[in-house]
């Protein structure tokens, strides 16, 4: 069988999408599933059952990745298909879901047509990827790939407060499977952009070079409390204006390098928080990226400088702690090309980028050979309730993924795989 044949259906991807995001629906659209939540545990079972229904060996791991795989015609390390399906708070459809019911759909071809791979296949689910909740993002894969020791990420703390390790056990998903024990041949993340430029170039298919720098920090800033009315601006000590300076500075910073660097001040909470009183307290996030890890520390430097700088100047104290700090990813240029050729192989338009967003790839390829494939947004949006990729592009990047993953894993003779009693 010609590997383009794989008869992959993007209506059957579509319908497991829409029941996936029925599981934390939210009012007039899109979905919460926050990592180790009551829905994030439905949304596992829904997984695991669409796992087993297609015949796989299902595993979960001590961090709860759920890994579920399809024998090949001899053992050995997997073709593997990844990413999540937690999300934001106010989320959509289809980051992270999309590359875990997209590999399902690739398994359910394969039983269609029959065909035996040579090597396994393996459709895995990480914990905790969005760090919507816990910290720091990618957290499962992390622990998968040995970045992270299974003990500290169990003790991690939510934002809630929750630990870890409680919230792992209330879901039903604490794991006895050996971390890593699920080797990876190979590592696919099919994923939509997250952003406008496919759309904006009318691009079919983005083929991902890598993962950008990513560096989170948390400020907490400490002033003084007094009324709003009666203190001199001269006198005060107020975390709120420090807060507010930093990120118009941080923004002003990124503008300044210009290129690729982009800063988020994604979060600020202030403590009194009261119209006619001077904050005492402000703690913010910074979040930091770029595709190149010296402009990602020479911006991290200027960054410092200027929250040494404001602290003094607003007399404010101020407090760091990182939250998380990732190198960039290059991803295997072999793999990467391979992309590319499928992609134009089957006609499609093709654009080589980095990914401006983290994703469990970049952990996977720490330990195997990993690219990914990403098709466009509609109007760039996600981590947006009204986060959509169109039925057509889906099918695309279904497509690509299909080929790549059977060519990866090899097409086993059918009748030597018959007489080991393989289906």
Known sequence: MNPSSLPVSTDRLVARLEALGRVGALEGGGVCRLALTKADGEGRDLVVGWMKELGLDVVVDGI????????????????????????VATGGLYDGNLGVLAGLEVIAALND??????????????????????????????????????????????????????ELAAIGYA??????????????????????????????????????????????????????????????????????????????????????????????????????????????????????????RVVEARFAEIVDRVAAEEKVEVARRTLARFEPVAFAPALVDRVEAVAKRQGRSTRRMFSGAGHDAQMLARVAPAAMIFVPSVGGLSHNVREFTAHADLGNGLSVLAELVLERAGHANVDAAASRGAV
């Not at 989170?216 to 420090?242: F, I, K, Q, V, Y």
């Open 175 to 296: 794991g006895e499977a050996s971390i890593g024990g699920i080797e990876a041949a190979a590592y696919f993340e099919y994923h939509i952009e997250q952003g406008p430029v496919l759309e904006a170039e009318a691009i079919e298919i983005g083929v991902v070079e890598g993962v950008q720098g990513i560096s989170w920090t948390e400020l907490t800033l400490t002033g003084r409390s007094s009324h709003a009315g009666t203190t001199p601006m001269r006198l005060r000590r107020d975390a709120g204006l420090a807060a507010a300076r930093i990120a118009a500075e941080v923004a002003g910073l990124a503008r300044e390098i210009g290129g690729d660097v982009v800063a988020t001040v994604g979060s600020v909470k202030l403590t009194p928080n009261l119209v006619n009183v001077v904050a005492a307290r402000a703690v913010m996030t910074v979040d930091l990226r770029h595709p190149d890890e010296g402009i990602l």
């Open 64 to 87: 709860g990745n759920l890994f579920g795989t399809r024998a090949g015609s001899r053992p050995g390390p997997s073709v593997m298909i990844g990413s999540h399906i937690d999300t």
């Open 113 to 166: 047509a029959g065909i035996v791979t040579e090597h396994p296949v393996t459709v895995a689910a990480f914990t905790n990827e969005e760090g919507a909740r816990f910290q720091p993002d990618m957290l499962g894969s992390l622990v998968h790939v040995g970045g992270l020791p299974l003990e500290e990420a169990l003790a991690t703390k939510a934002v809630d407060g929750a630990v870890l390790a409680d």
